[in-house]
C-alpha cells in the first residue's frame, strides 16, 4: 500500500524510533484492523514487531486519501491478544 507521512508522524517515528519499513509492513499485512472510535475516516493497524521484542505497533492513517495518509505511530502496550 502505497502511504505518505504527515509531519506529526514523521516526528512520532524518529521519537519513537519506528523504522519506515516496520509502517509499511503494517499498512500491507497488519494482524489486526480497527476503525477510529472518533473519526471515520480514520483506520488503525497493529502488528507485533519482532525486532523490538513483539511490542504491538499502531499506525492510524486515513483511508479516504490517495495515497494513503499515515497520521502517527506508536507502541500500544495496551495490546496482548495479537
Not at 504527515?6 to 524518529?14: F, M
Not at 493497524?45 to 486519501?65: H, K, M, Q, S, W
Request: aromatic share 8%; with cysteine; net charge negative.
Amino acid at each position: 500500500m502505497d502511504f505518505v507521512l504527515t509531519e506529526h508522524a514523521k516526528k512520532r517515528c524518529i521519537r519513537r524510533k519506528v523504522r519506515p519499513e516496520w509502517v509499511a509492513a503494517a499498512l500491507a499485512r497488519p494482524a489486526r484492523m480497527a476503525c477510529d472510535d472518533d473519526d471515520p475516516s480514520l483506520m488503525h493497524a497493529l502488528l507485533p514487531i519482532p525486532d523490538r521484542g513483539f511490542r504491538v505497533l499502531r499506525v492510524i492513517y486515513n483511508e479516504t486519501t490517495e495515497p494513503v495518509s499515515v497520521v502517527t505511530v506508536y507502541f500500544d502496550d495496551e495490546v496482548h491478544d495479537l
